[in-house]
């Protein structure tokens, strides 16, 4: 299961990517937010990467105007590595090299065409399981 949740300024693409994902057959839980409504980022992202944490949810999809606030409350969960990304390379990159198990998009930054791009290669990549990588993981996580 994918956790997902935005603030208001991401609302609209977290509905896109919801139904996106359950084109695909991919199981999700919204945390959140449930309209467009002003409302405060951290209440969103802290509940998904909690729930992706605990092992409710396989990996997190947080979404903001900027996809900056809610990647840095996201990462103040312990085993947490929320990458926030612009473009396919760095959604593969950091599930082949840091594993990441949270995604951070920006509405407001990229559109929805390439953030349904994203998504889909962020979770159709696999952690690569090399050694030097996974040194590199052990380290964030003991800091």
Same mark, same amino acid.
Request: glycine letters at 12%; a negative charge; charged letters at 25%.
């Given at each position: ?22 084109? @695909?057959?991919?199981? &999700?839980?919204?945390?959140? *937010? ?12 802290? #509940? ?8 409710? *949810? ?5 979404? &903001? ?8 409350? #996201? ?10 990304? #612009? ?7 950091? $599930? ?35 050694? $030097?990588? @996974? ?7 003991? @800091?």
């Amino acid at each position: 299961m994918i956790g997902i949740g935005s603030d208001h300024g991401g609302y609209d693409l977290k509905e896109k990517v919801i139904a996106h994902l359950k084109e @695909q057959g991919i199981e &999700c839980k919204d945390y959140g *937010c449930m309209d467009k409504s002003s409302c405060d980022y951290p209440v969103y992202g802290r #509940a998904v990467a909690e729930a992706v944490a605990d092992g409710t *949810c396989e990996k997190g999809i947080v979404i &903001c105007t900027t996809g900056i606030g809610i990647s840095i409350t #996201a990462n103040k969960i312990p085993g947490i590595r929320c990458a926030l990304c #612009a473009d396919t390379v760095s959604a593969k990159l950091t $599930r082949l090299h840091n594993n990441a198990n949270v995604l951070a998009i920006g509405a407001g930054i990229v559109g929805e065409n390439l953030a349904l791009s994203i998504v889909d290669t962020f979770l159709g990549t696999d952690f690569s399981g090399e050694e $030097r990588h @996974q040194r590199r993981i052990d380290l964030i996580e003991k @800091q």
